[in-house]
């Protein structure tokens, strides 16, 4: 008998919400994001009160605004690996795979869970980020953006599509190791992998920053991207991009390998 795709879907999001650890994990990435918002909009705060009238009149609020996902993304993939790894460490797997023959369905049953939730979560994550981060700028009597500035919700739903994208990402990490560790590991230092382009030789350090997908993808979230930055529909061209081929190449290992 062959399972319907809504079918598998509700059994995914059955699984999803009794694990605890994904639920958790999504949690700490409200938590990271509007905790680190707070910070950030703190420091930036105070270093404009510090700083001489000339740096004031060049500051800009939106640099603040959504400096947290940097970090929340990290987590936001973990929740993707852990839909897919944790019915390896708890050998449901196989028993996945028996009741759901085409492995690619099931692939995709996770996937679009994952997408679901994100699509959803991903921009109260970037709206909850913006209003802190911007309430804590405006209380230190800095300068600070309001959600009716031009850019301001497409920021914020650039932000949350980023981050859907990033837990499609986790996704596809977690059917090519299989492992949770191995996973996270990997799949948060290719996130972040842009941060070290300093100490990369000069063109491929400008390479890195602007053409990795994660790098790339950020844009985003930009209202005024940097000068030699990609425009943020190419940029979101490159990392679905990448996130695609990335499913794919899961599916062959997935399809491939024994369960």
């Known amino acids: ?18 694990i605890r650890a994904t639920g958790c994990v999504l949690a700490g990435a409200f938590v990271a994001a509007l905790g680190y918002a707070y910070l950030f ?15 004031q009149t060049s500051f800009d609020p939106m640099e603040t605004a959504f400096r947290s996902l940097a970090l929340a993304q990290l987590l936001v993939s973990a929740v993707g690996v852990l839909t897919v790894t944790a019915e390896y460490v708890t050998g449901t797997m196989r028993t996945s795979a028996t009741v759901v ?18 699509i959803f979560c991903g921009p109260l ?8 981060s911007q309430a804590m700028l405006a209380a230190q009597g ?32 977690g059917f090519l190791l299989r492992r949770t560790a191995g996973a996270v590991t990997l799949g948060s230092f290719l996130l972040l992998l842009p941060a070290s382009a300093p100490l990369f030789p000069d063109r491929l350090a400008e390479w890195v920053v602007t053409y ?27 990392l679905a991009a990448a996130v695609l081929a990335l499913l794919l190449g899961g599916f062959a290992v997935f399809r491939s390998r024994d369960v």
Do not use: C, Q
Request: proline share 10%; aromatic share 8%; glycine share 14%.
């Open 101 to 118: 023959p085409r492995r690619g369905r099931l692939l995709a049953g996770k996937a679009a869970l994952v997408a679901m939730i994100m």
């Open 41 to 55: 909009g703190t420091a930036n705060g105070r270093a404009y009160a510090g700083a001489l009238p000339e740096e």
């Open 125 to 132: 994550i970037a709206l909850g980020s913006f209003l802190l």
């Open 212 to 238: 990795w997908p994660s790098s790339a993808g950020m844009g985003m979230f930009a209202p005024a991207p940097s000068s030699g930055a990609l425009p943020p529909p190419l940029g979101f061209v490159l």
């Open 1 to 18: 008998m062959t399972v319907s795709p809504a079918t598998v879907l509700h059994s995914e999001w059955t699984k999803f919400r009794t």
């Open 142 to 173: 800095a300068p600070s953006a309001a959600l009716t500035d031009p850019g301001v919700p497409g920021s914020i739903m650039g932000g949350g599509l980023y981050l859907t994208l990033i837990g499609l990402y986790g996704v596809a990490m």
